[in-house]
């Protein structure tokens, strides 16, 4: 891969972790201790929550565990990242894994930093468990990346894209 593309890969997740950052700064100073933001009556809140495990409070209390899962994951990611070809046809699997990774980083620095994750995103009609927005980056880009393996690339393009192999 050119070094300018993995310079801007590089600058979109770090764009997307520092976008998470900032987010959960703002609620921690606007709503840590406070009643919730109601944005959108019975629909969106806002409501700040100390997330000590991951994902629907999973794994709760096993933040080194967390911490080497994620770290090593992120690494992964990247050299997979930085495997996939350059051509314009592979853009869609270059933002999935950017999105995917700036998420992880964004998560992985709360549990590094804070010793936890600050969710703080609640979708009141179904009760959703609290996230943010490394959790929608982390999402997004994994459905991205299932639909474009799942029904746009044919497999000669995924054997090409080195990414579902490993070495």
């Known amino acids: 891969m050119k070094l300018g593309k993995v310079a ?4 979109a997740v770090a764009a997307l972790t520092g976008i998470d950052q900032l987010t959960k700064w703002l609620v921690v100073k606007g709503l840590k201790g406070k009643e919730n933001l109601v944005l959108i009556p019975d629909v969106l809140e806002l409501e700040y929550y100390e997330n000590f495990g991951a994902a629907f409070s999973s794994f709760m209390g096993m933040r080194q565990l967390l911490i080497v899962f994620t770290g090593l994951l992120s690494v ?12 314009k046809r592979f853009l869609g699997l ?7 990774i700036g998420g992880a980083l964004g998560n992985l620095a ?4 804070r010793g936890y994750v600050v969710d ?3 979708f009141v009609p179904i009760d959703f468990p609290k996230f943010n927005f490394a959790d929608i980056c982390v999402v997004c880009g994994t459905v991205l990346i299932f639909v474009l393996l799942m029904f ?3 497999e000669e393009e995924l054997a090409k894209s080195r990414l579902l192999h490993l070495p």
Do not use: Q, S
Request: hydrophobic share 60%.
């Open 76 to 87: 992964f990611l990247i050299w997979k990242w930085l495997c996939l070809p350059k051509e």
């Open 120 to 122: 703080f995103i609640y």
């Open 152 to 154: 746009y690339y044919k």
């Open 94 to 100: 270059h933002i999935g894994l950017m999105l995917v």
């Open 8 to 11: 801007a890969g590089a600058v």
């Open 110 to 113: 709360d549990r590094v930093i």
